[in-house]
């Protein structure tokens, strides 16, 4: 699919101008197109790229992904898992299921990172904006209180942007990091990777496995998870110099490390690859005018399905800060907030599945032996496989560091199943009788909807990226509307 059907000519000045545009720079661009800010969004490639690549859509990822437009129709695309499983080959050791979890969404959407794009991109085109495809940002220079970027075209000819902020969502080796002096500290470990896109043969047993699954045998580790179209992922790390997989190499790895009862039989492999992990976190993730988002920012070992979905909720968490700045309603400052509240996220995400990664792919037996008694003694600890799910579906993330003490605390996720979202408009919540369905339009006043819903004992302040801005604040929406300002998240 292009990354867009029309191509307009380059424009030479804008608010935002946002670099990559994989799910992290469509996202944004979505955003801001919601909004009305005014943007440019570049790729160096034309079109989607093909492959699955990041094949898990968390629930938090869903929940904001629904309030620009695109999470209902990524939904009906997908598959839907029902949690993760850590196995030992004969008996599952800890199961962390979604089914419960307090989200429009208790499920992990299997569906390819290609899918997941080619909504976003249709999304955006029914907005009116647009990806400049075959555009490549070579570098930037500043120019207050913005930067100048030098793009090349599709005609090979370098043009100039001049734009208030850039964003950089270029990746891994993003040119925009680069070009802005950020370091990217980190390691990249030596262990390579297997991965390959398998049809198993058919048989109750395969349809009757809906868990993404690591296989933790004394042969090493072996990730088998679901994906759309009837099809598995197998990743299993391997001996370095090791090919891509084909039909044979993943029937051993089956039948090594896979479920020791031999549901799991590969019938054709689809795509195969090999890859390695690097865990990097930006220093920072802003730099005066520039920002950085997704892989640019940070990346770690795809086991978890955590990246895609971390760059995306990047994405919203500075797309309305990039609005309220750009539109007046609050300082430059609020935009100090993107690195305050995303940075920690990212980091602890890197330290935990490289810990994951560690521990799932020790080679000796008798450590792998402790690990599986270990998982078997958290699974049977009241708690520990319901806050494993929460925190795999990103449902934990939040930016307050109060202690929480069972009131309502600023920064903290505010589930859509109790305050129905309004796109991307701030939310005030009156205690009251109302509805609390997501087809209740709620009232319109200024930048706020209001709505009346029974549970909350006092009135709650939404953000636009559906995070607590402040409890108790007043009922008047045109009292809270001229406060807003107090209650914007503060940069430490
Ligand atoms: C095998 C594998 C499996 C994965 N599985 C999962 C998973 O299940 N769940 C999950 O959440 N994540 C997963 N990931 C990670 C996920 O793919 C990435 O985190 C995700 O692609 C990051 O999105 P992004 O938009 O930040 O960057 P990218 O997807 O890398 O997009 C960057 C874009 O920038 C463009 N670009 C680069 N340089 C320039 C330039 N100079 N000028 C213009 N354009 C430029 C590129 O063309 C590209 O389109 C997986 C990754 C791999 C490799």
């Known amino acids: 699919m292009p990354k867009s059907s029309t191509r307009p000519a380059l424009p030479c000045q804008t608010d935002v101008l946002i670099s990559g545009a ?46 620009i437009g695109v999470g209902a129709g990524l939904a009906e695309a997908g598959r839907k898992g029902r949690g993760f499983c850590l196995h030992d080959g004969e008996r599952a050791l800890l199961r962390a299921s979604y089914d419960g ?12 990172q290609q899918t997941t794009e080619e909504h976003l991109v249709r999304r955006l085109e029914v907005l009116g ?43 891994l080796h993003s040119t925009v990091r680069t070009a802005a002096g950020v370091a990217f500290p980190g390691e990249a470990p030596e262990q390579l990777f297997a991965l390959a896109d398998v049809r198993l043969k ?19 580790l072996l990730l088998l998870s679901p ?25 051993e790895l089956l039948a090594r490390r896979g479920p020791a009862d031999g549901w799991a039989r590969a019938e054709e492999v689809v795509a195969a690859s090999t890859y390695r992990t690097q865990e990097r976190v930006a220093e920072r993730f802003r730099s005066g005018p520039v920002f950085l988002a997704g892989d640019a920012a940070h990346t770690h070992s795809p086991a978890g399905g955590q990246g895609m979905n971390t760059g995306i909720q990047d994405a919203g968490n500075l797309a309305w800060k990039l609005h309220a700045v750009l539109t007046g309603a609050a300082p430059d400052g609020l935009l100090d907030s993107y690195h305050t509240e ?10 935990l599945t490289g810990q ?7 080679s000796d037996p008798s450590s792998g032996r402790l690990r599986n008694a270990l998982l078997a003694a958290a699974a049977a600890t009241p708690g520990v496989t319901d806050r494993l799910a929460r925190s795999l579906a990103q449902l934990d993330i939040g930016y307050s560091n109060e202690p929480d003490l069972g009131t309502p605390r600023p920064g903290t996720r505010v589930p859509p199943l109790d305050v129905p979202p309004d796109g991307l408009r701030w939310t005030l919540a009156v205690p009251g009788s109302g509805a609390t369905q997501h087809s209740d339009p709620g009232k319109r006043l200024g930048p706020l909807t209001v709505r009346h819903i ?22 008047d929406p045109y009292d809270t509307a001229a406060r807003i300002g107090q209650y914007l998240p503060q940069p430490q």
């Open 22 to 67: 994989g799910p992290t720079g469509l996202t944004l661009a979505v955003s801001l197109r919601q909004l009305g800010v005014d943007h440019v969004l570049l790729d160096r490639h034309d079109a989607v790229r093909p492959g699955s690549k990041a094949a898990a859509v968390q629930p938090r990822t869903l929940e904001y992904l629904d309030r």
């Open 356 to 362: 994951f990664a560690r521990a799932a792919t020790l």
């Open 101 to 112: 979890l307090d989200t429009p969404y208790p499920y992990i959407l299997l569906a390819s």
């Open 454 to 475: 029974p549970e909350p004992a006092t009135t709650l302040l939404v953000r636009p990226d559906g995070y607590l801005a402040a409890a108790g604040v007043p009922a």
């Open 202 to 220: 058919a048989g109750p047993e395969a349809a009757a496995h809906e868990d993404t699954t690591f296989f933790l045998s004394e042969a090493g």
């Open 129 to 171: 904006g647009t990806v400049y495809g075959d555009h490549r940002l070579l570098g930037f220079t500043p120019d207050f209180p913005g930067v100048t970027a030098t793009v090349a075209g599709p005609d090979g000819v370098l043009r100039a942007v001049t734009a208030r902020y850039l964003v950089g969502c270029d990746g």
């Open 342 to 351: 995303r940075w920690p996220v990212a980091a602890r995400l890197i330290s």
């Open 227 to 251: 994906l759309a179209q009837g099809l598995h992922r197998l990743v299993a790390p391997v001996p370095a110099g090791s090919a891509a997989p084909r039909a044979e190499d993943v029937e």
